[in-house]
């Protein structure tokens, strides 16, 4: 590490992989810039949501110089659908993960070459602050899905059938926020500010911006709700208007 910084001139970034055995997240940084948390990724929806979840233990520990790395994306791998490589991507950037593509850009299609240069999503990847987001809520949705450990489906499968509320701060006041649907069918999924790092949630105005619609919704207060198809995400940045005011 010491070596690499005094090579030269240009910043060299050193990637650290021993896969996450030794809890690399509390003693790698000083010399490394990112280090494994995870087993190797496949293009699986399971895949990518085990190493989601193994990551997220670990997000006090990333920071400016130090990030934590759920292994290399695979957007537009394998047979994942749009809204699994949308939503395998929202989540990487929101974890502050190395942006590492491990797709064939020779051959990868327009659909995902519009996910993989969305600059509003990418942004909450390179936000200055570097806080990594990590997950505020979860709510178990398997009897809204009518889905029944007797009915022949894993205990894994039963734990997947999840929404959940993910959050991450930003530079200069403003608020990160994906919706993730885990589950077999479409779902409501809202996200209370009390929940997500909102200063005072309660009376907030919050100005809410859709960075996959890549609309403005106007002024929010106490919440904000999405419907979100399976395996799929929303993903909003939220500005309270204290921090426009300023």
Sequence with gaps: HDALNAS?????F???CEWGVGDPATWARPIGNAWRTTGDISPTWKSITSNLDRNDQWHEFAGPGGWNDPDIMEVGNGNLTMAENRAHFTLWCLVKAPLLLGNDLRTMSKEVLEIISNLEVIALNQDPL???GYRRSTQNVAKETKMLR???DSDDDFAEQTVEVWAGALYGGDVAVVLLNRSSQTQTITANFVDIGIPNPKSASVKVRDLWARQDLGVHKQSVSATVGT???AVFRLTPMNVLAE
């Design 231 to 233: 395996h799929d995400v």
């Design 8 to 12: 030269g001139t240009h910043p060299i």
């Design 14 to 16: 050193f990637s650290l």
């Design 130 to 132: 570097g806080v990594q």
């Design 150 to 152: 007797n009915g022949g």
